[in-house]
């Protein structure tokens, strides 16, 4: 079946303007995370979502960067005017929540490069 | 600050080698998983070891689990140039569903 995808697959920007990464998720999983990946670094969790429940915002870096899942299914990652040190590829990833191990796997888009002049 | 340390941050060998790959945590956990990264884009789920697990096999992978030392590992054996990738470490706290914590990696060449 048709994996996570995002979109865009690079986003170039000058500083300032506000950027929207999207999101699509696996059919059926209820949890979809955000992860940014700078240059040379690990994964940084910035939000996740589960099912109707309040996201954890707890790894968002700044106010600036905000995200909603519409419907319980697609996502958006919105940073408002951006800054350089948010360039990183934005990775998104899903799954399904029950009470298997299988429920702990993540499943990884190939994420957004963005890139902020 | 990071959960899972990998070490070592770079590994070159040779095709045939076993390559091991180490990662330390800090704080207690449910599980640890181990991801591969090709051309740092999307991740790949490799394997996942239970807390009360020591060691797990998959394939040409071996995973060892030490919850005394906070630490675990990552045996490739008879490496293939396609291994070349970054490896990742992360470590799930509690429930299901929740975020992971990831390491730096170990960016692994394999050549031929």
């Known amino acids: 079946g048709a994996g996570v995808s995002q979109s865009p697959s690079n986003k170039v920007t000058e500083k300032g303007k506000d950027v929207e990464l999207r999101c699509d998720p696996i059919s059926g999983h209820t949890a979809l995370y955000w992860y940014r990946q700078s240059l040379g670094q690990g994964l940084e969790f910035l939000i996740y979502?589960?099912?109707?429940?309040?996201?954890?915002k707890s790894g968002l870096p700044s106010d600036r960067f905000s995200a909603e899942r519409t419907g319980g299914s697609v996502s958006t990652l919105t940073i408002q005017r951006t800054q350089q040190e948010d360039s990183a590829v934005y990775l998104c990833a899903s799954s399904y929540t029950g009470f298997d191990l299988d429920s702990w796997e993540q499943y990884f888009g190939p994420g957004t490069r963005l890139t902020v002049t | 600050s990071q959960q899972g340390e990998e070490d070592p941050q770079a590994l070159s060998i040779q095709e045939g080698e076993n390559a091991t790959m180490n990662c330390s945590y800090k704080t207690s956990i449910n599980n640890l998983q181990w991801y591969r990264q090709n051309s740092g884009r999307g991740l790949v789920h490799l394997i996942l070891i239970r807390s009360n697990e020591r060691e797990k096999h998959s394939g040409r992978l071996r995973v060892t689990l030490d919850t005394s030392k906070k630490s675990s590992s990552l045996l490739i054996t008879a490496s293939r140039a396609a291994d070349t990738a970054s490896y990742f470490c992360?470590?799930?706290?509690?429930?299901?569903?929740?975020?992971?914590?990831f390491g730096k990696g170990t960016t692994l060449s394999v050549s031929s």
């Open positions: 992360a470590t799930a706290l509690n429930q299901a569903g929740t975020a992971l914590i």
């Open positions: 979502f589960q099912g109707n429940s309040a996201p954890d």
